[in-house]
């Protein structure tokens, strides 16, 4: 089978933003307990972070880490994290049924993200609290000294403000799970009024209102035109939320369902064109997509933690394995990413460690990149830059999700400097290969420089512990360069990652 493309020089989709390649820690099983944080691990610091866990976080280059939560901070007072330890309190937490000991807090969170190579994206809790509380915290993280919170945090030991410029305001309100669930227009009226007292402190700030949870709630999308109606213009992004499954075993359906994913932006899209225009305004608020990815390996597993009714400390919560037939979800849902780069400007994978993540840990043992690393790795080392708008032509298929979904899942950067092409491709087929035939416009004497592939025989192959490499990218040199042509092979049900020097 054939499948054509035409990459254009001059046709751009937008500058990607390099937050698009953002990530999640949560209070939430290992993610931070056992995953970030480990004091007597035979990698610890002085701070007790897992430095194997670190050199990890910084392979992927993060831009931002959002914390501390997640449906955790819709009961979370921010007071509990700060101040000594030892009279810190411990708390129950009512989102994920486990005991909380506080032992890390925004302070140790944001010395995290200096030794990670990352920068915060704190949330603040809308849910059981509201403006007053997120203003103290916005003051107590970001002014330098001389007020009651400020010096609070230089007296905790941290002399120097954090500079904290991207909140999110609340998560998932929503939601009926939430702890503090509110209608939109009580959310939307909320928001704003947060918003507008944390831009009195600082005009500079980003912050972001809660969207939908996903695409299947019932309020969507009146939800966001309704928020909107109310904080248009005191917001800059409004987030979205969507998890991957594939409990029915279907493959093609399965990876279909990034159709689901783009129908979901550019619905979303349309609502805040629409506010736009009702509010006669010029901003444009952008998506900022912070929680996504593949979940479901774990669920029976995290039903019978929870029914046990413990109130667990740092409990194997979430614990995804992931195979390989999740590299092509995960590298599809990056290529929606970078095609709708104009529209999502924020994107965190949830989570960061051990908790549906990338990287797993053993309490006292090793850290381990699962299958799902290595695309989220690609896409954020080579995906930066502008977004080229391409012209394909290929088979495809019907699904449960969508009709005519391409087998062909691609995508192309054009870095900033402007010599380099990044194609990402996921052939979909579960039997036949793809013969790549691209069109090359604007780019004479382009080259292959390097193509790297993921492909395996065993669709739930897995990386442990005991075996962390079983599966991992291998570099080829299939793909070539002829009459302004690059040509080549994509075998079944595989991931590529071809480069271009243009």
């Known amino acids: 089978m054939k499948a054509h493309v035409i990459v254009h020089r001059d046709f751009r989709i937008a500058d990607i933003d390099d937050r698009l390649y953002s990530s999640f820690l949560e209070h939430l099983g290992r993610a931070i307990y056992g995953g970030i944080y480990e004091p007597g691990h035979p990698t610890a610091d002085e701070n007790g972070f897992r430095k194997d866990v670190i050199e990890l976080v910084r392979e992927l280059n993060s831009p931002y880490c959002r914390y501390p939560g997640g449906n955790f901070v819709s009961a979370y007072n921010w007071e509990d994290g700060v101040g000594p330890r030892s009279e810190r309190p411990v708390r129950l937490d009512l989102a994920w049924r486990t005991r909380e000991a506080n032992q890390i807090g925004v302070n140790e969170f944001v010395d995290w993200c200096k030794k990670a190579n990352t920068k915060p994206m704190l949330a603040v809790n809308l849910g059981s609290r509201g403006l007053d509380a997120a203003r103290n915290f916005l003051e107590y993280c970001n002014h330098p000294g001389g007020t009651y919170w400020s010096d609070l945090r230089r007296k905790h030991g941290w002399a120097d403000p954090h500079g904290v410029k991207l909140w999110c305001l609340g998560n998932e309100m929503d939601g009926p799970w939430q702890v503090g669930h509110k209608s939109a227009y009580e959310y939307g009226r909320l928001a704003d009024e947060t918003a507008k007292?944390?831009?009195?402190?600082?005009?500079?700030?980003?912050?972001?209102?809660?969207?939908?949870?996903?695409?299947?709630?019932?309020?969507?999308?009146?939800?966001?035109?309704?928020?909107?109606?109310?904080?248009?213009?005191?917001?800059?992004?409004?987030?979205?939320?969507?998890?991957?499954?594939?409990?029915?075993?279907?493959?093609?359906?399965?990876?279909?369902?990034?159709?689901?994913?783009?129908?979901?932006?550019?619905?979303?899209?349309?609502?805040?064109?629409?506010?736009?225009?009702?509010?006669?305004?010029?901003?444009?608020?952008?998506?900022?997509?912070?929680?996504?990815?593949?979940?479901?390996?774990?669920?029976?597993?995290?039903?019978?933690?929870?029914?046990?009714?413990?109130?667990?400390?740092?409990?194997?919560?979430?614990?995804?394995?992931?195979?390989?037939?999740?590299?092509?979800?995960?590298?599809?849902?990056?290529?929606?990413?970078?095609?709708?780069?104009?529209?999502?400007?924020?994107?965190?994978?949830?989570?960061?460690?051990?908790?549906?993540?990338?990287?797993?840990?053993?309490?006292?043992?090793?850290?381990?990149?699962?299958?799902?690393?290595?695309?989220?790795?690609?896409?954020?080392?080579?995906?930066?830059?502008?977004?080229?708008?391409?012209?394909?032509?290929?088979?495809?298929?019907?699904?449960?999700?969508?009709?005519?979904?391409?087998?062909?899942?691609?995508?192309?950067?054009?870095?900033?400097?402007?010599?380099?092409?990044?194609?990402?491709?996921?052939?979909?087929?579960?039997?036949?290969?793809?013969?790549?035939d691209t069109r090359l416009e604007g780019f004479a004497g382009a080259r292959v420089v390097e193509q790297h592939e993921m492909v395996h025989s065993d669709l739930q192959a897995v990386n442990t512990a005991a075996q962390p490499n079983a599966v991992v990218p291998t570099q080829t040199g299939d793909a070539k360069i002829e009459d302004g042509r690059l040509r080549a092979t994509l075998k079944p049900l595989s991931y590529t990652v071809i480069r271009l020097a243009v």
């Open 197 to 436: 007292a944390m831009r009195g402190f600082d005009k500079s700030l980003e912050l972001v209102v809660c969207g939908s949870s996903n695409s299947d709630m019932k309020t969507y999308p009146d939800w966001e035109a309704d928020v909107l109606d109310q904080c248009y213009d005191s917001a800059d992004h409004i987030s979205l939320h969507m998890y991957f499954a594939n409990r029915e075993k279907n493959t093609l359906n399965y990876l279909a369902k990034a159709e689901k994913l783009d129908r979901y932006i550019v619905t979303i899209g349309g609502v805040i064109d629409y506010i736009k225009a009702k509010k006669r305004s010029k901003k444009t608020i952008g998506i900022s997509f912070d929680e996504w990815n593949v979940w479901y390996h774990s669920n029976q597993q995290d039903k019978e933690i929870l029914a046990r009714d413990e109130w667990p400390d740092a409990p194997h919560l979430l614990e995804d394995v992931y195979n390989f037939e999740d590299v092509l979800q995960v590298g599809g849902i990056l290529n929606t990413f970078i095609r709708r780069s104009d529209r999502v400007r924020i994107a965190c994978i949830a989570q960061l460690v051990n908790v549906i993540a990338p990287i797993m840990t053993e309490d006292g043992g090793p850290a381990w990149r699962q299958t799902i690393y290595y695309p989220l790795y690609f896409a954020s080392k080579y995906g930066r830059g502008y977004a080229l708008r391409l012209v394909t032509d290929g088979p495809t298929y019907d699904s449960d999700e969508a009709d005519d979904v391409p087998y062909l899942d691609v995508s192309a950067v054009h870095d900033e400097l402007g010599k380099m092409v990044t194609l990402f491709a996921v052939n979909r087929h579960p039997d036949s290969a793809l013969d790549l």
